[in-house]
T-cell receptor
Framework: NAGVTQTPKFQVLKTGQSMTLQCAQDMNHEYMSWYRQDPGMGLRLIHYSVGAGITDQGEVPNGYNVSRSTTEDFPLRLLSAAPSQTSVYFC???????????????FGDGTRLSIL | KQEVTQIPAALSVPEGENLVLNCSFTDSAIYNLQWFRQDPGKGLTSLLLIQSSQREQTSGRLNASLDKSSGRSTLYIAASQPGDSATYLCAVITGGGNKLTFGTGTQLKVEL
């Protein structure tokens, strides 16, 4: 059971480049979400999904796009990378339906992204 | 807007000591509260989840309590060990979408 898998683990981009951070889970979880972690600011929600075909914005969505075509995958796209997007990105998933889940959320190991 | 605060930001204790980490939140209308552990360069591992109707949860040497009306939770670690050294994060779910609002964490170091 692989859990939540994020690729790549590390990436360096130049300003203006685009890329996709991959997230896959093999637990058939309905809820998936993307967070970024910055020193002194904790983890902040970028986008989230309550099921295949349904996505919504979190606290800091600007500059990022998501889609959820399958239950397993939830990729995060950086449209035009900026130095302010240098961060560690985490994907999370949990089971459940409705408004929220009382099951623990599972996190991937993160993608460390540097924008030059 | 929900805000989560964790005090202290950092803590260093000798091995064997019992310790308490604190978490407070501004909006008491939460669905649940979760405590996570994060090791350097790693992802988050869920330790305990307390539903809004519960007062505490226990797992091994860990005990988490929740006082929803006062907006507070504590994580109690008994007989601390060097392997407990990590950053501990608390997070709450307030609205729909299963969205977590995190505190900035307490960095714990347990010394031999």
């Amino acid at each position: 059971n692989a859990g939540v898998t994020q690729t790549p683990k590390f990436q360096v981009l130049k300003t203006g480049q685009s890329m996709t951070l991959q997230c896959a889970q093999d637990m058939n979880h309905e809820y998936m979400s993307w967070y970024r972690q910055d020193p002194g600011m904790g983890l902040r929600l970028i986008h989230y999904s309550v099921g295949a075909g349904i996505t919504d914005q979190g606290e800091v969505p600007n500059g990022y796009n998501v889609s959820r075509s399958t239950t397993e995958d939830f990729p995060l796209r950086l449209l035009s990378a900026a130095p302010s997007q240098t961060s560690v990105y985490f994907c999370a998933s949990s089971p459940g339906t409705g408004g929220y889940s009382n099951q623990p959320q599972h996190f991937g190991d993160g993608t460390r992204l540097s924008i030059l | 807007k929900q805000e989560v605060t964790q005090i202290p930001a950092a803590l260093s204790v000798p091995e064997g000591e019992n310790l308490v980490l604190n978490c407070s939140f501004t909006d008491s209308a939460i669905y649940n509260l979760q405590w996570f552990r994060q090791d350097p360069g790693k992802g988050l591992t869920s330790l305990l989840l307390i539903q809004s109707s519960q007062r505490e949860q226990t797992s091994g040497r860990l005990n988490a309590s929740l006082d929803k009306s006062s907006g507070r939770s504590t994580l109690y670690i008994a007989a601390s060990q060097p392997g407990d050294s990590a950053t501990y994060l608390c997070a709450v779910i307030t609205g729909g979408g299963n969205k977590l609002t995190f505190g900035t964490g307490t960095q714990l170091k347990v010394e031999l």
